[in-house]
Structures are given as C-alpha cells and as structure tokens.
C-alpha cells in the first residue's frame, strides 16, 4: 500500500515518517515538505535516512491514502482534493475533529474550509470508535491531551460511576508546541520552569468535552488546564472527578475491574497497578491508565500517561489506518517503551 504525508518536516509528520518506515505492509512514498521541497529527506532528518524520498512541494505520486500533519485549516484546505478523489485521509490536525463548524470557528478563529464534510469524519480514538473508523474515508486523528484525558475518564463515564463535571490537568513536553520557534519553548524559559497556559479556555477542551459528553448521553463540563514542563516528549494528565450518589463501597472497591474490563480488547491501553510515568510510554504507543478512588472525599483520581508524538499523534495515524486498511490494529505498533 503506498501512502503519502503533507508536511512531514514537523514533529508529528517526522514521527510518522519513521513509523511507517518500519512498517511491512506500507511503502512511503510521497511526501511534501514546504520550505524543504527538492530536498532529500535525510537532508531535514538524518535519523530517516534510509527512506529513499526527495520532498516535494506537491504529493507527485499515486497514493492509496494520505496523511496531513500540516496546521489547522491549511490542513482540510490540502486534503479536500484527496477526499473529493475518494482516497482515504487521515488528518493529525483539529480541522475534522469537533462536529459543530460554530463551535470549531469560536476555537480556532476560521470558518472550515468544508464544514459539511465534519459529519463524515470520524473521531479517531479506536477505543472509542474502532467500528466506525474501519468503515470510513475521512479520520480526525485526535489531539494528544484530549486522548490522555479521555482515556482517562471513558470507563467511569460509561458506567455511570462519576457525576458530569471534571477536571483535567495536563502537563506536557516541548514537542508538542511543534518545531516553530516561539518564546515559549525558548530553552533559557522552559528549561527549570513550569508554567501553566491558555488559563482562559484551550483548545482540547471542547474536543474532551465533545467526546465523553456523547460518551454519556449528556453534556460533561469539563475543566482543562495545560502545563509546559521541560522535557521534550510526553504528557500526565492528572483526571479528577466526584463519584455519582449511587456508588457504594463495592462499587469503589471494584473500579480498578471496571476499567480492565473496558480495556480488555485494546491494545494500547494498560490498566497500571501503580502511578505510571512519562518515561514509561517514551517511543511507544502505548497510553497507561491508573484509577484510585479517595473515600474519604467520595473523589476520583485518574493518572494516564502517553507519549504525545506517538499515541498522541503519528502512532495513533498508524493504528487508524491499520483499521482502515483492514490490517492489524498493532501493526508496526509495537515497540516497548525506551527506558530510561
């Protein structure tokens, strides 16, 4: 199967370069790289160099799907080509992501290029929507900390064992700022800091809000906080909510089960038995989930870990198109963490 990506020359699209490399069923073989075009890869990406691929500024190929790493409405703008062909796409960006285009244009300050084509695109979380993303063209890759975040929560949403109002923190490594350079990721800032960001609303939040609200059938306010620690890869997102009236003793005694039981069939998530680290979803695709519940306060506590360039990002392209693709889920995915 040949592939494409628009913008391989960020993190995500240079992330999903080399995981398609190690792929046995995927030849990459177009790939554009804007201000880089004419270039070989290896000249951006001396780890790539074994990829044989010249950039381009347009995909010069025949491609059996297409990936865009590019940013947010450039990315549906360069893609409505390909879905208007009938080719399968799969969009890392938040363009095809939320379903309402009033909602999308408060977030990201754009009209949609092709709102009508929001109701076509799938969220791609498989844990969520595996069905669906076997049987679809249009793939709204999810955002890295909505995917810890809902992860995070799903189990205890869908059992009803949480009231509808939660709160997210998230910290976050550099990389997930992208290669643009900025103030904010400047290394005399970040380095020996950590600073909360976008106190005002950010734009994950309706994304999480979107995703367990129809999850559960009614709205979940959801409170998001993102912080930028000095680390390059990785994202803890430290889930808080209020168990629902109707939790007994048992029922908190039996969470942990609840939420192996949801995740029994996905590969990509583990249950921990302790509080997971970053370091221990470095490189892979994994994201590790802890719940505790406090019942004292009658709070629970949720830990998920994962690594923002993998499953939150190009990983997560991977394990959609594997779907798409009638492939295995875990093709190409399944390398263990790099520790330390």
């Known amino acids: 199967m040949k592939v494409g990506i ?5 993190y995500a699209g240079s992330e999903l370069a080399r995981i398609i490399a190690q792929h046995p069923e995927v030849e990459l073989v177009a790939a554009t790289g804007r201000s880089a075009a004419g270039q070989h890869i290896s000249e951006v990406f001396p780890h790539l160099n074994s990829l044989d691929l010249t950039l381009t500024e347009n995909l010069d190929s025949d491609v059996d799907i297409v990936f865009s790493a590019l940013p947010h409405k450039a990315s549906a703008e360069a893609l409505l080509p390909y879905i208007d062909s009938g080719l399968k796409v799969i969009d890392i960006s938040a363009d095809f992501r939320l379903k309402d285009p009033e909602v999308y244009k ?8 092709k709102p009508e084509l929001l109701k076509d695109a799938v969220y791609g979380l498989p844990e969520l929507h595996r069905a669906k ?54 290394y005399s800032e970040i380095n020996e800091n950590v600073h909360a960001y976008a106190l005002g609303g950010h734009r994950h939040q ?11 059938g009614e709205e979940i306010q959801v409170t998001f906080t993102p912080h930028l620690i000095p680390m390059t890869r990785g ?3 430290t889930c808080y909510a209020m168990l629902s009236d109707e939790m007994t003793d048992n029922d908190m005694d039996n969470i942990v089960a609840v939420y192996q039981d949801f995740y029994s069939n996905k590969p990509f998530v583990d249950v921990t038995t302790q509080a997971p680290q970053t370091k221990h979803t470095l490189g892979n695709n994994k994201c590790l989930v802890y719940p505790v519940v406090n019942k004292t306060t009658r709070r629970l506590t949720v830990i998920s870990c994962l ?5 939150g ?28």
């Open 307 to 311: 690594d923002n360039l993998v499953k």
């Open 133 to 186: 993303i076997i049987d679809c063209n249009i793939i709204a890759n999810p955002g890295c900390y909505p995917t810890s975040a809902i992860l995070g929560l799903a189990p205890a949403i869908n059992s009803n064992m949480i009231k509808n109002d939660v709160i997210v923190d998230s910290k976050s490594g550099v990389s997930g700022a992208g290669r643009g350079l900025s103030l904010t990721t400047h």
């Open 106 to 113: 408060q977030w990201y300050q754009t009209v949609h290029p």
């Open 313 to 340: 990002a190009a990983g997560a392209a991977v394990q959609n198109m594997n779907l798409m693709c009638g492939l295995p889920e875990d093709m190409a995915l399944t390398g263990l963490a790099v520790y330390p």
């Open 235 to 237: 994202i803890l997102s």
């Open 206 to 216: 309706p994304e999480i809000s979107q995703e367990l609200s129809l999850l559960n």
């Open 6 to 10: 628009i913008n391989i020359t960020g």
